[in-house]
């Protein structure tokens, strides 16, 4: 079974570009989750798919922050127009049901950098 | 709100001994979940293991144990026998339920570097 992918690993971009992080869950995972960590500080959460619903996006910091999951598999989490401070990895999660012990299971990350 | 604390940034281990890192967290749930990842330098994140809030024994897998104290809020990992392969960043995380939604709250991480 594929884990979860993430498109691209890396990505450079200048300040004020558009960059579109893409992530295929775990098939059959109803769930999605994307996360940042910013270099040095936590993991922190950005929002929560339920299918193609968005159930929590109280982590989103800005409205340069587009995140869509059409037809409820993949997501695209996009920056527009990207500044300094979005430097970081960003990881995509899928978990299959909502109970409080299932682990989810992340991929391996996209480390954007913004210049 | 959720807190997840981690101490110690760094830590060494000698190759085939123990070692402990730190987890302590904040909450005022009755029901929680507590998870550690690794994330190797590769970047990805591997879940190790879990320990629920109403679990009675300590969560072990393999050689990844979770030493769970739950009137002094803390959710150590214990790894024996460490291996080179065990080099890596390591966060603690405490799932939070938020209305109907779940999400992870994260440590700032521990890097261990198991000395040969």
């Known amino acids: 079974e594929a884990g979860v992918t993430q498109f691209p690993s890396h990505s450079v971009i200048e300040k004020g570009q558009t960059v579109t992080l893409r992530c295929d869950p775990i098939?059959?995972?109803?769930?999605l989750y994307w996360y940042r960590r910013v270099m040095g500080k936590e993991i922190k959460f950005l929002l929560h798919?339920?299918?193609?619903?968005?159930?929590?996006e109280s982590g989103m910091p800005n409205n340069r922050f587009l995140a869509e999951r059409t037809g409820g598999t993949y997501s695209t989490l996009k920056v527009q127009p990207a500044e300094l401070e979005d430097s970081g990895v960003y990881f995509c999660?899928?978990?299959?049901?909502?109970?409080?012990?299932?682990?989810?299971?992340f991929g391996q990350g996209t480390r954007l950098t913004v210049v | 709100a959720q807190k997840i604390t981690q101490t110690q940034p760094g830590m060494f281990v000698q190759e085939k001994e123990a070692v402990t890192l730190d987890c302590t967290y904040d909450?005022?749930?009755?029901?929680?979940?507590l998870f550690w990842y690794k994330q190797p330098s590769s970047g990805e994140m591997i879940f190790l293991i879990y320990?629920?809030?109403?679990?009675?024994q300590n969560a072990t897998e393999g050689r990844y144990s979770l030493n769970f104290q739950k009137a002094r809020k803390s959710a150590n990992l214990v790894i024996s026998a460490s291996q080179l392969g065990d080099s890596a960043m390591y966060f603690c995380?405490?799932?939070?339920?938020?209305?109907?939604?779940?999400?992870?709250?994260f440590g700032s991480g521990t890097r261990l570097l198991v000395r040969p």
């Open positions: 798919f339920v299918k193609e619903s968005k159930q929590d």
């Open positions: 320990q629920g809030s109403y679990d009675e």
């Open positions: 098939s059959g995972h109803d769930n």
């Open positions: 995380a405490m799932r939070e339920r938020v209305d109907s939604s779940y999400k992870l709250i």
């Open positions: 909450t005022s749930d009755q029901s929680y979940g």
């Open positions: 999660a899928s978990s299959q049901t909502r109970v409080v012990n299932t682990e989810a299971f």
